[in-house]
């Protein structure tokens, strides 16, 4: 299971401070910090306006290189910034994202193309995100098509299925599992990447319905995730499920964690 | 999900101090606690030698008939006192368990036959429990023989797949896993039913481990546990699962036992 570390998200009211204000220290801590977690990537995103994002991922770009030398995941919808905030950084970056959107597919699948990177690509065309689990299908298989007929290997994709929240639909878990089991027996080379956490927006103890779903989405063939990985629970829930899916030989992660005391309740070592 | 509780049993040293004093109290509130919090069946053993177990079972079986109405769940491997004991509930038990040993099928196979009830089969035989998958599915081919050649409808059949700890071999969870799957596929009206807590044997953290390996077990077809129903995690892992995989409409469920704070950290709603 891969991690892309959420936290340097200028959507996020601290960070965007800490961009206004170019408080150097902050980004770094939390590129320390979730690097140290175990974070496979950064993910970066200015939240900004087109016209500063430039400038703001540079200077974020340049914090975090400054403090860790994990790769980046560049999140911009923007193909101008992107593309230039791609050429800042030091080992290849991912790229977050693409999708079915004409202007994702023009003006963001050739950076990919010329970064030769991995690319994050969103089950979700001009009309939003795909209600049914055939649509959501058909928007996939058109995703494929094209990075596939742009060269981009199938290995380098790793498509967000878009998780909705289960109070509004009591469907939208199923119909995310089902997509990556279908998919993944389809397209065996393809990752899968997502933020798992929408899936209980509006429910109460979300932790809760955020580990179980996680722990189908990883038994489905989910391999990668967008999250805070310094959360105490939704490491023991990866490692938990990678350990009773044979996935951890000796259960060596697991017991690992345990030791350094980064798994379980902190006042309860039974628990 | 069906529950059995699993706190009256003669193995565990209160229930045996209270079964020695004759203690109905203490059993009474056992029953009433589980009965409260949602088992379908209360499990009974007396856990005794062969010849004390036959007053044992009847004092047990009296005393939880003389406060709840929940059907039990008569647990022994001695033909004669199982009997008896089956003789003497008001409302039809389930019986646990018969398995391919030989004494198994002679001696408790026929008592299930003629009360016309439920029963726990376990997947082994004189030689023990299986290790291997294919071993185990040969198994349980052999039990789903037996029962159906005595007439028992598969519909009242609950495989217990018999859940080893991870500890000592990695691919034991996925084995079971794998078991309940390609046996839901062939024989969609069996039931299965296993006590899960095995797989965390020896392992630091064990609700973590029971708590991934429940909801990859109910997702692959599991719709029984024996289990201590008071125990909050397994009941927020149970609701927060099938809240996941489209069976808790509306969220009703889990929105409920939240609202009543049957789920959750105590200390903290949003956990």
């Not at 991912?94 to 690319?119: A, H, R, W, Y």
């Amino acid at each position: 299971m891969k991690l892309i570390g959420e936290k340097i998200n200028g959507t996020l009211l601290p960070v965007r401070r800490a961009i206004e204000n170019r408080d150097s220290r902050f980004i770094r801590e939390l590129a320390k910090l979730q690097a140290e977690a175990g974070a496979d990537w950064l993910d970066v995103n200015a939240g900004t306006s087109p016209e500063k994002e430039l400038d703001d991922l540079v200077w974020l770009i340049n914090c975090i290189q400054d403090e860790v030398d994990t790769p980046l995941c560049i999140d911009s919808a923007n193909p101008g910034p992107l593309a230039a905030a791609v050429d800042r950084v030091k080992v290849t970056p991912m790229i977050n994202s693409i999708s079915l959107e004409p202007q994702k597919l023009e003006g963001i699948l050739p950076i990919v193309v010329k970064t030769e990177c991995e690319v994050i690509a969103l089950a979700m065309d001009e009309n939003g995100i795909p209600r049914s689990l055939d649509e959501r299908l058909t928007v996939i298989h058109k995703l494929v098509s094209a990075t596939r007929s742009s060269g981009i290997p199938d290995s380098k994709v790793y498509i967000d299925p878009l998780v909705m929240a289960a109070s509004t639909n009591t469907d939208n878990g199923k119909i995310v599992l089902d997509t990556i089991r279908i998919i993944h027996e389809e397209f065996p080379e393809i990752h899968f990447c997502g933020g798992v956490s929408n899936i209980s927006f509006g429910l109460p103890h979300r932790t809760l319905v955020n580990q179980a779903f996680l722990s189908l989405a990883i038994n489905a063939g989910l391999d990668c995730a967008i999250l805070d990985p310094l959360n105490r629970d939704i490491r023991a829930a990866i490692l938990s499920v990678e350990l009773v899916l044979g996935m951890d030989k000796h259960c060596q992660r697991y017991s690992r964690a345990s030791k350094k005391g980064l798994i379980g309740r902190q006042t309860d070592k039974n628990a």
